[in-house]
């Protein structure tokens, strides 16, 4: 069974630009997870979408975004980006069952240096 | 105060020791998760706990959900346990929350 998958892999870009990410979940999974990891800082919570809705969002600006296409993949954008944004962004995936609890699987992330 | 600790934050051990990481938290919760990650940013989720114990290979995770805690148990450590570990907690929405981690070397 394919696990996440995420691309790309590395992504550079210059302040004030826009950067798009992408995640494609295990096969089944309806929920997509994304998290930031900043240098020297822990897994910090960004956005959950879950059949094409966004169910939750962690406490970041606006110009975070992204959106859930019907095939359940993932976009992650970040607009006007700034040097504090260069992260390790990270992408998981679930079944999405609710009350269960479940497990998020997550992929091998893409690494946004904004210089 | 972060709403889930982890300690100790490094730990340097030799190989074959018997290694204990401790996660303490704040928040009610449906789920706690242990994660290792690798050098690069590779991450694999270890366990799933709800309550009791659950043990996979050489690790064992515990939770006591009374006393908001887990403990995650490496027995005979290898060097290539070497990772961070990270402990989530999983809250109503499925928002996970994590730990700042514990980086775990094992030398041979």
């Known amino acids: 069974e394919a696990g996440v998958t995420q691309s790309p892999t590395h992504l550079i870009k210059t302040r004030g630009q826009q950067a798009t990410l992408r995640c494609s979940p295990i096969s089944g999974h309806t929920s997509v997870y994304w998290y930031q990891q900043a240098l020297g800082l822990g897994l910090q919570f960004l956005l959950w979408y879950d059949e094409g809705e966004e169910r939750n969002r962690g406490n970041f600006p606006p110009r975070f975004s992204g959106r859930q296409f019907p095939n359940y993949s993932s976009e992650l954008n970040v607009n006007a980006l700034e040097l504090e944004d260069s992260a390790l962004y990270l992408c998981?995936?679930?079944?999405?069952?609710?009350?269960?609890?479940?497990?998020?699987?997550f992929g091998p992330g893409t690494r946004l240096t904004v210089t | 105060k972060n709403e889930v600790e982890q300690s100790p934050q490094n730990l340097t051990a030799q190989e074959g020791e018997f290694i204990t990481i401790n996660c303490s938290y704040s928040v009610g919760i449906s789920a706690l998760h242990w994660l290792q990650q690798h050098p690069g940013g590779g991450i694999v989720s270890l366990f799933m706990?709800?309550?009791g114990k659950k043990k996979h290979g050489r690790l064992i995770a515990t939770i006591n959900i009374q006393e908001k805690h887990s403990s995650l148990h490496i027995t005979a450590s290898h060097p290539r346990d070497s990772a961070v570990y990270i402990c989530a907690v999983e809250e109503v929405g499925s928002r996970l929350t994590f730990g700042e981690g514990t980086q775990l070397t094992v030398n041979p």
């Open positions: 998981a995936s679930s079944t999405g069952q609710e009350p269960k609890v479940y497990e998020q699987y």
């Open positions: 706990l709800s309550s």
